[in-house]
């Protein structure tokens, strides 16, 4: 490990109470981590008000936006990076075809029926709603630079990552 040098800031320990005037101190993976909950928590309420799961939302979505309707194992695989744990996607999709929202057709392929788009329509339109709570008073700028931020320093890390 190279000493610290340059313009490198001195990590202090995570303060939930840290002034601005520090804030360039204080680890990104405790901000980060706070802020991936907050949001995580205030998105699947939420939808719980509603009796729909974060991952249902994710099913819909996929199923819906692709070129061509998905099979089953193609909505998993994809999915399952996102989930809680491997089988979590699976049961969702057993879930939607018992809630009448998504079927199989001839070619075992998903597709959302007439309920099912309903569905998503209105869970677009509740993760919209709550975009706009999220983002009251950051710039359409402050976002980007802020995710700009973000995904260099998962390319920092070296793993691969975007």
């Known amino acids: ?3 610290l040098t340059g313009n490198t800031t001195d990590q202090a320990p995570a303060d939930p109470a840290a002034t601005d005037d520090v804030l360039a101190t204080q ?4 901000w980060s981590g706070l802020a991936h909950e907050a ?3 205030h998105l699947r309420d939420a939808m719980a008000r509603i009796d729909v799961t974060q991952p249902q939302y994710w099913v ?11 099979s089953r194992e193609e909505v998993v695989v994809q999915l399952t990076p996102l989930a809680d744990g491997p089988y979590e996607i699976a049961r969702v999709i057993d879930q939607l075809v018992h809630r009448g929202w998504l079927r199989t057709d001839d070619g075992q392929r998903l597709r959302l029926t007439e309920a099912g788009e309903a569905a998503r329509v209105r869970l677009r339109e509740l993760v919209t709603e709550l975009r706009t709570v999220l983002h009251e008073g950051i710039s359409d700028e402050e976002y980007t630079a802020a995710l700009k931020v973000l995904r260099r320093m998962i390319a920092n890390t070296g793993d691969g990552a975007p």
């Not at 680890?27 to 405790?30: E, F, K, L, Q």
């Not at 819909?60 to 998905?70: C, D, E, F, H, K």
Request: glycine share 14%.
């Open 27 to 30: 680890p990104i993976g405790y």
């Open 39 to 41: 949001v995580t928590r």
């Open 60 to 70: 819909l979505n996929r199923v819906n936006g692709g070129p061509a309707a998905p």
């Open 1 to 3: 490990m190279t000493p």
